[in-house]
């Protein structure tokens, strides 16, 4: 049976949470249909506050409550607190003992991350190293960044780094990746995107959104959807998740509270209510203990 590809998502907040007029409302044939069918989780863990993507990712990879590992003090009372954007000392050992990337090579199983990091990202963490949660996951695991023999895929999905965001792929091409990286899982336990642009696009926003932001946020999901459905047509098995709200709501530049969307084909997604628990049902698809 293929591995499992997760397009692990950041940022994005579930489509029933996002307010009228939002990137959502528009055409995504292969996408919307997973997203509908999918769940929409609790991101904020009963911990007051905005969801951060250190605390978000990190209860995905592990399935573990990362957010009140936090909040634990001195006392060992438990309070709870959300904490990124990178995994600071207590987020990594969490990382470097529980993440999947980590058991999963512990088991003899395959993983790879396949964001690809330019040279200018190797020289940048070469003088001050500052991980996010998935590519400290892998290289905990003793996993190389940009895997040779795999393909590299850019988190931007063909999109430019900055204002206005133009494309510079066009659906076709995001559609052959989505199949390469559906026969590369052919070969694979495990593959990851770690797709942050929507988190950047999201810290964009404001009161009123310009149209050149809305238009980029649509555009990337159009990208996304182009290179799920080169997944699909491959007969890639998949998971969608995103560690907390943002993107969803481009008229203000924050975090959200918005739930979060856990979907997938061929997949079982059981019946988990927040991302924890979410992260130990991916967990469970590996029969790790």
């Known amino acids: 049976?293929?591995?499992?590809?997760?397009?692990?998502?950041?940022?994005?907040?579930?489509?029933?949470?996002?307010?009228?007029?939002?990137?959502?409302?528009q055409d995504l044939p292969a996408l919307r249909p997973l997203i509908d069918a999918g769940l929409a989780l609790d991101a904020t863990l009963g911990v007051p506050g905005?969801?951060?993507?250190?605390?978000?990712?990190?209860?995905w990879l592990t399935g573990q409550n990362a957010v009140r590992l936090m909040g634990k003090g001195a006392t060992g009372k438990?309070?709870?607190?959300?904490?990124?954007?990178?995994?600071?000392?207590?987020?990594?050992?969490?990382?470097?003992?529980s993440s999947l990337p980590v058991r999963l090579t512990r088991a003899g199983l395959k993983a790879a991350l396949l964001n690809f990091y330019p040279p200018g990202y190797f020289a940048a963490h070469a003088r001050r190293p500052r991980y996010?949660?998935?590519?400290?996951?892998?290289?905990?695991?003793?996993?190389?960044?940009?895997?040779?023999?795999?393909?590299?895929?850019?988190?931007?999905?063909?999109?430019?780094?900055a204002a206005p965001w133009a494309a510079t792929h066009n659906l076709d091409d995001l559609r052959r990746v989505g199949q390469s990286v559906a026969r590369?899982?052919?070969?694979?336990?495990?593959?990851?995107?770690?797709?942050?642009?929507?988190?950047?696009?999201?810290?964009?926003?404001?009161?009123?959104a310009?149209?050149?932001?809305?238009?980029?946020g649509k555009r990337y999901l159009r990208h996304l959807d182009a290179l799920l459905t080169g997944m699909l047509d491959a007969g890639g098995r998949l998971v969608i998740?995103?560690?907390?709200?943002?993107?969803?709501?481009?008229?203000?530049?924050?975090?959200?509270?918005?739930?979060?969307?856990f979907a997938g084909s061929g997949v079982a997604l059981g019946s988990p209510g927040d991302i924890v628990q979410a992260g130990e049902q991916l967990t469970g698809w590996f029969g790790l203990p």
């Open 210 to 216: 310009a149209p050149e932001l809305l238009t980029a």
């Open 132 to 161: 996010g949660c998935f590519p400290f996951s892998f290289l905990a695991a003793g996993l190389p960044l940009n895997p040779p023999g795999l393909p590299g895929v850019s988190p931007t999905l063909g999109l430019s780094h």
């Open 50 to 59: 905005l969801p951060q993507s250190g605390t978000g990712q990190s209860c």
């Open 241 to 261: 998740s995103s560690d907390h709200g943002n993107f969803e709501n481009l008229n203000i530049k924050a975090h959200t509270t918005a739930r979060v969307p």
């Open 78 to 97: 438990q309070a709870g607190e959300h904490f990124g954007p990178h995994p600071g000392p207590t987020l990594q050992a969490l990382l470097r003992e």
């Open 184 to 208: 590369a899982a052919e070969r694979a336990d495990l593959l990851v995107l770690d797709l942050w642009l929507s988190d950047v696009l999201g810290h964009e926003g404001r009161p009123a």
């Open 1 to 25: 049976m293929s591995g499992v590809i997760w397009l692990a998502l950041d940022g994005v907040g579930h489509p029933a949470d996002a307010p009228p007029g939002s990137v959502w409302e």
